[in-house]
């Protein structure tokens, strides 16, 4: 069963949305060569503070940071840590927060310093990905709709996209149903109706889409050290089309 969020519901996740794409834009100015994975980590924690939300990562299964902070190769989930980010890496930072009882969660890939172009084409495609799929969340469409929007554009440009993670719903839990795969499956696929609320997320690779989980049990990278990118928007179905709900305006 998809939630169905009233009004009310996502006026209040509208409020959280805009604070947390707020976050996101702060650590994205930081992203520079010599910068830590730890700092943003330790950044987020200071602003998750100053704005009175709670972190929905930390803790969350175990995980013991407050966002995930993944480079080059590492897909999603990875722990920030003493790594330095370098020039002509790209980096994709997750983040997720709880407010006044409900949760938005969004990414980001993002270059440090100059970059070549097969990572520059990558990120491109995943942000652009990522519009396709919202374009296409409407009232009577079908879940099918998103991921097949995600794969053909994706595919269509020489990337793959990820098997092993997708997106979900999301409100009151940080995860709820449904899955939304960036890739046309066999299974059932719901009528879209107004007041369902989406965490869209592709995840799409320069080379296969096989993954796999480092023995940190978190951290997933392509399995042929290949770049990877990732972009999330929190997204309200509503009867006039979709409202991302993580962005500052």
């Known amino acids: ?65 407050h966002i995930c902070v993944s480079v080059n190769e590492e897909v999603v989930h990875g722990i920030p ?24 969660d969004m990414a980001e890939t993002f270059p440090v310093g100059r970059i070549d172009t097969k990572r520059r084409k990558l990120i491109e495609t995943a942000k652009a990905a990522l519009e396709e799929a919202i374009k296409v969340f409407r009232v009577g469409n079908r879940l099918l709709d998103i991921s097949r929007s995600v794969q053909a554009y994706v595919e269509a440009r020489g990337f793959s996209v990820v098997r092993d993670f997708v997106g979900h719903g999301i409100g009151r839990e940080l995860h709820e149903e449904p899955q939304i795969p960036n890739y046309v499956t066999k299974e059932d696929s719901p009528v879209l109706q107004a007041g369902m ?53």
Request: aromatic share 8%.
């Open 197 to 249: 609320v989406f965490a869209i997320e592709p995840m799409i690779n320069a080379g296969t889409w096989e993954v796999k989980v480092l023995q940190d049990g978190w951290t997933a990278v392509t399995k042929d050290k290949e770049p990877s990118a990732h972009f999330e928007h929190t997204v309200a179905l509503t009867k006039e089309g979709p409202v991302v709900l993580t962005r500052e305006e």
């Open 81 to 104: 840590g003493p790594r330095r980010l370098r020039e002509g890496d790209i980096v994709s930072i997750d983040i997720g927060i709880e407010n006044s009882g409900y949760f938005l």
């Open 1 to 65: 069963m998809i939630p169905i969020k009233t009004c009310h519901d996502i006026d209040k996740m509208r409020k959280g949305g805009r604070v947390l794409a707020k976050i996101m834009a702060e650590l994205s100015g930081m992203v520079s060569p010599g910068l830590t994975t730890a700092e943003l980590d330790c950044k987020t924690e200071g602003l998750i503070r100053s704005f009175g939300v709670r972190s929905a990562f930390q803790g969350y299964r175990g995980y013991p940071a």
